[in-house]
């Protein structure tokens, strides 16, 4: 069974930072691209980042271009998201994505359970 555990979610004044981890379980996750989406209440969901199994290829959400940074552990089961320059309109629920095709994450075969992030002003 493949699992995606998120946590590093929390509550951060506007301007701060915050670093999302997710790790993956499973015998060939490291073939999968990763990614992060999020929702904010009476939103649809919006992609925000994803990186290949390889990391050579990574795509960003508009809205996250030059803020966020997406990176893969070394044993390439493990995701991070690094959030700077945090705004309040970047609160939201932040879910980690699992695709087996492309970093674009148009097809994404596993969702983890969603970490919180607050942002205030």
């Known amino acids: 069974q493949v699992q995606l555990v998120e946590s590093g979610g929390g509550l951060v004044q506007a301007g701060g930072s915050l670093r999302l981890s997710c790790a993956a379980s499973?015998?060939?996750?490291?073939?999968?691209?990763m990614g992060w989406f999020r929702q904010a209440p009476g939103q649809e969901r919006e992609f925000v980042a994803g990186?290949?199994?390889?990391?050579?290829?990574?795509y960003y959400g508009d809205s996250v271009k030059g803020r966020f940074t997406i990176s893969r552990g070394n044993a390439k089961n493990t995701v991070y998201l690094q959030m700077n320059s945090l705004k309040p309109e970047d609160t939201a629920v932040y879910y980690c994505?699992?695709?087996?095709?492309?970093?674009?994450?148009?097809?994404?075969?596993?969702w983890g359970q969603g970490t919180q992030v607050t942002v205030s002003s």
């Open positions: 994505a699992a695709d087996r095709l492309r970093a674009t994450m148009r097809h994404v075969d596993y």
């Open positions: 499973g015998p060939t996750f490291s073939i999968y691209a």
């Open positions: 990186i290949s199994s390889s990391g050579s290829s990574i």
